[in-house]
């Protein structure tokens, strides 16, 4: 049975950087597209972005200057980093997986909360 | 980018009888490839979402059959045939044909 677990400080302060792993079990790494999404007040859903085996990632470009996903294939666990947060960014951190092509987010972590305060 | 409407903004409904959320988007669907990357979630109080629909009209695995998906290009509907005690919930479409994947706004379904 695949499934994907969040972990992190659950705060962080402004001005610093959120850095969250999510750690993959019964599934093998190079089988998917390693997602991570976020759940916020202001902004409801938001896609994040990915991160595949062969190290290609993409990113959605309101965030881009402030994310980066990874992956370490020996530990099965991907990681987000998102750097100079601010209040905007506190919510619910999830990481999923998409099959290549599917277009679709098969399995969901349980998802970690991370809050943006002094 | 992509921006996806979905209507009513809550469904409050009797056990029983059934229910639809309509998502509208921006932009047509239609991938280059052919296929259309609309899905639908669930998502439980307390729980993260869970993928219902695929590519507009697929069940995924373990879903019941009261839920079905339908629509083309821009205008998609998720339909429950009789609503049940553990639909309740927030329900999100989600497009993936474009990036960024975006999502709808969300639907709350609620029992009368």
């Known amino acids: 049975q695949v499934q994907l677990q969040e972990a992190g400080p659950g705060l962080v302060k402004p001005s610093e950087t959120l850095s969250l792993t999510c750690t993959v079990s019964?599934?093998?790494?190079?089988?998917?597209?390693w997602n991570w999404l976020r759940q916020t007040p202001g902004k409801g859903l938001e896609w994040i972005g990915y991160?595949?085996?062969?190290?290609?990632?993409a990113y959605n470009s309101p965030l881009k200057s402030r994310v980066t996903i990874s992956l370490d294939m020996s530990k099965s666990q991907f990681s987000l980093r998102l750097s100079s947060v601010t209040a905007a960014d506190t919510g619910m951190y999830y990481c999923?997986?998409?099959?290549?092509?599917?277009?679709?987010?098969?399995?969901w972590g349980r998802g970690t909360l991370a809050t943006v305060s002094s | 980018e992509i921006v996806l409407t979905q209507t009513p903004p809550s469904s409050p409904v009797t056990l029983g009888q059934p229910a639809s959320i309509s998502c509208r988007s921006s932009?047509?669907?239609?991938?280059?490839?052919?296929?259309?990357?609309l899905s639908w979630l669930q998502q439980r109080p307390g729980q993260p979402p869970r993928l219902l629909i695929h590519k507009i009209s697929n069940r995924f695995s373990g879903v019941p059959d009261r839920f079905s998906g339908s629509g083309a290009g821009t205008d998609f509907t998720l339909m429950i045939s009789r609503v049940e005690a553990e639909d309740v919930g927030v329900y999100y479409c989600m497009q993936a044909s474009q990036f960024p994947y975006t999502f709808g706004q969300g639907t709350k379904l609620e029992i009368k």
């Open positions: 999923a997986a998409e099959a290549p092509g599917a277009g679709q987010f098969d399995l």
């Open positions: 991160v595949y085996y062969t190290g290609g990632t």
């Open positions: 019964g599934a093998s790494i190079s089988a998917y597209y």
């Open positions: 932009q047509s669907l239609v991938h280059r490839n052919g296929n259309t990357y």
